[in-house]
């Protein structure tokens, strides 16, 4: 049986084999109308591109957490429409598997690579996986984090700005003895959280002691061990959590403390991709954005693959705050 080749598909498609070769490579401008008739066309014929100028590479830091989860499975739904094909790597962040997937996929001949929140999140990260992608010219973008001193685009929610709402809302209920759990040290967002953090309580003349700030690892017994010492030794009435596992820990911490959350201690998470609306009390938290991040993140890479010019700079994106039954008015002693 005869192979099916680009002349076949442009033939069923009434285009150019050159259009078809634009399509099938993502190279050049090709109308939304053109590409999804030459698509339906290779699906007619039977055309099929194999594995090569169509991967991509997803690093994440891991796959438990449901942000990372969801996140990259929004990304790789969005990269499907292109026909694009996501290969999800997990890899601890600042470890050699990050760099051995990123070297194998370069061998397999992806055309591109996004990290959600891996190395590019990282202080002193190992230069050796975005200096490999510039050797071998294959465009790539961080998502919640640049790398330092590269020029590659970064797409991230507004850290700052996640704090601010947090602490306008705890404000706001009367609190005046706010606690911040946020994630390690050395993990750029958490410390655009703590600067924001800080910015806001300082910006309402608020108490800026360096221990209502504590810097944890991203989980529940992370949350639990901060959460204890700001209700214990600092006397905080409310806490702001850098992700909602953290909360969750910062909540069983207050209950283990004989506390009532929110009639003694608020508390908010961050990321909203828990079913938090079931909890009790069900999780106040501010929401990232991920639909319009995943959504976002495919047009500038695919501007990459075709060598056409994108901004390097870091494109924000406002997350919002869900209210929901774990915030209250900060309770009167007697």
Not at 245 to 256: H, M, T
Request: aromatic share 4%; proline share 5%.
């Amino acid at each position: 049986m005869a192979r099916i080749g680009l002349s076949d598909v442009a033939d069923a498609a009434g285009v150019s084999e050159a259009t078809v070769s634009r399509v099938v490579n993502k190279r050049g401008v090709v109308a939304a109308e053109t590409r999804k008739t030459v698509e339906d066309a290779m699906r007619r014929v039977g055309y099929s591109r194999g594995t090569l100028g169509n991967l991509v590479l997803l690093v994440t830091p891991g796959l438990v957490d449901p942000f990372f989860a969801v996140l990259s499975d929004r990304i790789a739904a969005a990269l499907g429409l292109q026909g694009l094909r996501a290969v999800v790597c997990s890899a601890p962040v600042g470890g050699v598997q990050e760099l051995e997937f990123v070297s194998a996929m370069a061998d397999a001949g992806m055309v591109g690579a996004i990290f959600v929140s891996a190395s590019n999140t990282l202080e002193d990260a190992d230069p050796a996986v975005h200096r490999l992608l510039q050797a071998r010219r294959i465009p790539f973008i961080g998502v919640n984090g640049a790398f330092e001193g590269v020029d590659a685009p970064t797409l991230s929610t507004n850290d700052v700005l996640a704090a601010e709402l947090a602490v306008d809302h705890l404000w706001s209920l009367g609190h005046r003895r706010i606690g911040l759990i946020a994630g390690p040290i050395g993990n750029r967002p958490s410390d655009r959280r703590q600067q924001g953090f800080l910015d806001a309580i300082r910006s309402r003349g608020g108490s800026l002691d360096d221990g209502l700030v504590v810097r944890h690892e991203y989980s529940i017994e992370g949350g639990m061990t901060a959460a204890g010492r700001l209700l214990e030794q600092e006397g905080a009435t409310a806490i702001v959590a850098a992700s909602d596992e953290i909360a969750l820990g910062a909540i069983r911490a207050a209950r283990r403390l004989g506390l009532d959350v929110p009639r003694d201690v608020s508390v908010i998470g961050y990321d909203d991709t828990l079913p938090l609306e079931f909890l009790d009390p069900p999780l106040t938290t501010v929401r990232q954005p991920l639909s319009r991040l995943a959504q976002a993140i495919v047009p500038v890479l695919l501007r990459q693959i075709q060598g056409r010019p994108v901004d390097s700079g870091e494109l924000l994106f406002d997350p919002e705050l869900i209210i929901r039954a774990s915030t209250a008015p900060v309770r009167v002693a007697g």
